[in-house]
C-alpha cells in the first residue's frame, strides 16, 4: 500500500554521507583548496533566528541627515512643551468662552438692577478666554516638559511616567496655596494620568 509519509532517516546512511562529504571537501575535492575555500567563504550554516523583518513595505531607505535633525527637533523636550502649551491654551480658550457664554456674570456688585451690555459681556468672555487658555496652557507645558525629562531619564516608556509628571504638575500647581493643597493636587493629578495613560494604552 502507498503511503504519502517521508521515509524515515537512516542514522548510519546520514553518518556515510557526512563522512563522504567530509573526505571530499565541501567546496573542492583537495583538502588544502576547501580548507581556504572555508576560511575565506567562512560557515555555510544559515542560522534564521535573527531576521529582521521591515515595518514597511518596499525598500527600506536610508535616512538623510537632515531628515534625522528634523526628527530629533520634533521629538525633543521643547517641541514637546511648547505643542502642549498651544494645545493647552487652545483647548482652555475653547472652556472659558462656552463658560463665560453659559453663565455670563457682572463683576460689579452694585450692578445687580441693570443689564449686561454687549460690550461688557465681550469683555468678560475674552478675560474668561485668556485666563482659562493661560492657565491650560501651562499646565500642559509643565505637564509634558517633566514627562519628556522623565521618560529620557529613565529610559522606558510606560504608565509610570505620566504618573510621575502628574504628580510633579500637581504639586507645584498646588503649592501656591499650601503644603497640603500641594500633597492633595499631586495626588488627584497622578491618579488622573494614570486613568488617562491607562485608558490610551489598552483602549
Given at each position: 500500500?502507498?503511503?504519502?509519509?517521508?521515509?524515515?532517516?537512516?542514522?548510519?546512511?546520514?553518518?556515510?554521507?557526512?563522512?563522504?562529504?567530509?573526505k571530499g571537501g565541501v567546496f573542492f575535492p583537495g583538502s588544502d583548496l576547501d580548507e581556504?575555500?572555508?576560511?575565506?567563504?567562512?560557515?555555510?550554516?544559515?542560522?534564521?533566528?535573527?531576521?529582521?523583518?521591515?515595518?514597511?513595505?518596499?525598500?527600506?531607505?536610508?535616512?538623510?541627515?537632515?531628515?534625522?535633525?528634523?526628527?530629533?527637533?520634533?521629538?525633543?523636550?521643547?517641541?514637546?512643551?511648547?505643542?502642549?502649551?498651544?494645545?493647552?491654551?487652545?483647548?482652555?480658550?475653547?472652556?472659558?468662552?462656552?463658560?463665560?457664554?453659559?453663565?455670563?456674570?457682572?463683576?460689579?456688585?452694585?450692578?445687580?438692577?441693570?443689564?449686561?451690555?454687549a460690550k461688557e459681556i465681550f469683555r468678560e468672555m475674552r478675560q474668561a478666554t485668556h485666563s482659562y487658555g493661560k492657565n491650560f496652557a501651562v499646565i500642559g507645558a509643565v505637564?509634558?516638559?517633566?514627562?519628556?525629562?522623565?521618560?529620557?531619564?529613565?529610559?522606558?516608556?510606560?504608565?509610570?511616567?505620566?504618573?510621575?509628571?502628574?504628580?510633579?504638575?500637581?504639586?507645584?500647581?498646588?503649592?501656591?496655596?499650601?503644603?497640603?493643597?500641594?500633597?492633595?493636587?499631586?495626588?488627584?493629578?497622578?491618579?488622573?494620568?494614570?486613568?488617562?495613560?491607562?485608558?490610551?494604552?489598552?483602549?
Open positions: 500500500m502507498a503511503t504519502l509519509l517521508p521515509k524515515p532517516v537512516d542514522p548510519e546512511e546520514v553518518a556515510k554521507q557526512n563522512e563522504k562529504a567530509k581556504v575555500a572555508k576560511h575565506f567563504i567562512g560557515n555555510n550554516h544559515r542560522y534564521r533566528e535573527n531576521i529582521i523583518i521591515p515595518k514597511m513595505y518596499g525598500a527600506v531607505q536610508i535616512k538623510t541627515n537632515e531628515e534625522k535633525l528634523v526628527e530629533a527637533a520634533f521629538e525633543s523636550c521643547a517641541f514637546k512643551s511648547l505643542m502642549s502649551c498651544v494645545l493647552g491654551y487652545g483647548l482652555g480658550a475653547a472652556i472659558g468662552l462656552f463658560s463665560s457664554s453659559v453663565n455670563p456674570s457682572i463683576a460689579d456688585p452694585m450692578a445687580a438692577d441693570r443689564q449686561q451690555t505637564f509634558a516638559a517633566v514627562e519628556c525629562v522623565i521618560e529620557s531619564k529613565r529610559g522606558v516608556s510606560d504608565w509610570k511616567n505620566g504618573t510621575y509628571a502628574g504628580a510633579v504638575t500637581g504639586g507645584l500647581i498646588g503649592l501656591r496655596a499650601g503644603v497640603k493643597a500641594g500633597i492633595v493636587g499631586a495626588a488627584g493629578f497622578a491618579a488622573f494620568s494614570t486613568v488617562i495613560d491607562y485608558y490610551m494604552r489598552h483602549r
